[in-house]
């Protein structure tokens, strides 16, 4: 049974940083993406960073390039987003995603979604 279970969410004032961590079991994911994505209150969700697993090659929502960074850990089967000089309006739950099974990076479909994890930014 393949599991992603996301951590590291929490509260943080504005201009602070977070780091979530997104844990996957069940299988490696080995030639696939993985992706975080965020709901904020009263909106849709809405992609925020993707990562190759095999090249390492990233994708990035315009809204949070040169602040959000995704990287991944082979030996630890983790993707983790390092979130940096967060604004009030970062304030959402944030889910991690895996295996694209079609469309691109940011729009397409993913396999395996976690539960999410709240990240809230107070001004």
């Known amino acids: 049974q393949v599991q992603l279970v996301e951590s590291g969410g929490g509260l943080v004032q504005a201009g602070g940083s977070l780091r979530l961590s997104c844990a996957a079991s069940?299988?490696?994911?080995?030639?696939?993406?993985m992706a975080w994505f965020r709901r904020a209150p009263g909106k849709e969700r809405e992609f925020v960073a993707a990562?190759?697993?095999?090249?390492?090659?990233?994708y990035y929502a315009d809204s949070v390039k040169n602040q959000f960074t995704i990287s991944r850990d082979r030996a630890k089967n983790t993707v983790d987003l390092q979130m940096d000089s967060l604004k009030p309006e970062d304030t959402a739950v944030y889910y991690c995603?895996?295996?694209?099974?079609?469309?691109?990076?940011?729009?397409?479909?993913?396999?395996?979604w976690g539960q999410g994890t709240q990240v809230t930014v107070s001004s």
């Open positions: 995603a895996a295996a694209l099974l079609y469309g691109n990076a940011a729009s397409g479909r993913y396999e395996y």
């Open positions: 069940g299988r490696t994911f080995s030639g696939d993406r």
């Open positions: 990562i190759k697993w095999s090249a390492g090659r990233t």
